[in-house]
């Protein structure tokens, strides 16, 4: 496998983002290129970013309704800037890891994916991809969604992950709404619980009951940090943590910037709420900063689409703002992409600054035989 570096573009000025007192200038500190081997596609379903004996991963992960290589997961050494291993999980016989949709790495022995068909299952393997343990839920109620956005994690011996109701596909009443977004299951006994109070924001409830909400559109965005969690919905400002079994309510001042407003819609009209959802402003990833402690949430403004616009990368065309939060959810920065040069679905905080994916649909320079990231200085980010 060859490596490869790009020389550091220092003091590279790409945009300017005004935002109260102060102008944040984009300063591309590093790039880097990792070469792609063959089989291994230049996007992947999920990603997840995981520090393991001091060295930087980003694992990266292809489920079975994506793939043309079923259940593959990729080991990528962001020190080295290079594919470690690709290992590919049998979907049939005695060790398949059936309809499996997502996945979360704790360590290298300890790799979880779930489904979301019936029975909800739990699969625990490690990098030899030899079955280890398997979790089956009798809960026929309680199913797990595959958002990428909201992945599971592990905390305490409880491996927390997005559950919906299987009640209806497409909710019809109030019970929709009587289910917790986040459960976890106890891995001592396979017990599944959910986390109460974290149902739809009030806003969203009230816009339903008078049939002027969608509720599938509202998806949910997780993310960890230690012991706490975080857990936030894209056309919401609220943002909930909890951290040691307390909850706290965080509003996000997201100054003037509009969210999507409620609108009255078929809810089986799968078509016309996908482009909705595509075409509004909204915000999106959680990522918490631990070296300057700062919230950091996506913001994704409205767009709209062309006639015939390939729906799977409209998304990638649309403006996006990085918004910096103090804790409490007072809005301390901004930083405004380049359009068309940026995948904010990877954005890895370091010491030196924000590390984040530019491989865009859109961006002319994109080399589709490498895996490429910009590492953007944060020097007024403090």
């Known amino acids: 496998m060859n490596k490869i570096f790009i020389t550091p573009l220092t003091s590279v000025l790409l945009f300017f983002s005004i935002q109260q007192n102060y102008c944040q200038e984009i300063e591309i500190l590093d790039t880097t290129a990792i070469e792609l081997q063959s ?13 393991i ?19 593959q997961l990729e080991i990528i050494n962001l020190e ?8 590919q ?6 060790n398949a890891f059936e309809e499996v949709v997502n996945f979360y790495v704790h360590n290298f022995d300890s790799i979880f994916f779930h489904n979301e068909a019936f029975p909800l299952t739990f699969y625990l393997t490690d990098t030899s991809k030899n079955l280890v343990k398997k979790w089956e839920s009798t809960d026929m109620t309680l199913g797990a969604g595959w958002h990428s956005n909201a992945s599971p994690f592990l905390i305490d011996n409880k491996l927390y992950f ?49 049939n002027k909400w969608y509720p599938w559109s509202q998806n949910p965005y997780f993310h960890h940090y230690g012991s706490a969690i975080y ?18 309510n965080i509003e996000l001042d997201i100054g003037s ?15 016309s709420n996908q482009l909705y959802l595509i075409e509004s402003p909204q915000l999106g990833e959680i990522v918490y900063d631990p070296y300057r402690n700062k919230l950091i949430r996506l913001y994704k403004k409205a767009i709209l689409l062309e006639a015939n616009e390939d729906r799977s990368n409209a998304y990638y065309r649309s403006d996006f703002t990085l918004l910096f939060f103090e804790p409490d959810g007072e809005l301390s920065g901004t930083i405004s992409l380049p359009s068309n040069k940026f995948n904010p679905s990877i954005i890895i905080p370091t010491k030196r600054g924000l590390l984040i994916n ?21 020097t007024d980010i403090e």
């Open 39 to 51: 089989g291994v596609k230049e996007t992947t379903s999920n990603t997840q970013h995981k520090k």
């Open 53 to 71: 004996n001091g060295v930087n991963y980003l694992f990266r992960f292809n489920d079975y309704q994506s793939s043309n290589n079923p259940l």
């Open 80 to 87: 080295e800037q290079k594919i470690e291993k690709v290992i």
């Open 89 to 94: 999980f049998p979907l049939y016989g005695n």
């Open 162 to 210: 997005y559950s919906i109701s299987t009640q209806s596909f497409y909710p019809d009443d109030l019970a929709f709404f009587n289910v917790n977004h986040l459960s976890y299951l106890k891995l001592e006994n396979g017990k599944i619980s959910e986390i109460k109070n974290l149902k739809y924001p009030n806003e969203i409830l009230a816009a339903h009951q008078n």
């Open 231 to 248: 857990v936030g919905f894209n056309m919401s400002k609220k943002l909930i943590k909890i951290e040691n079994k307390q909850e706290k």
């Open 257 to 271: 910037r509009k969210l999507a407003e409620a609108i009255s819609m078929d809810d089986n009209d799968f078509v």
């Open 358 to 378: 530019t491989d865009n649909p859109f961006n002319q320079n994109n080399n589709e035989d490498f895996l490429e990231f910009a590492l953007i200085s944060l």
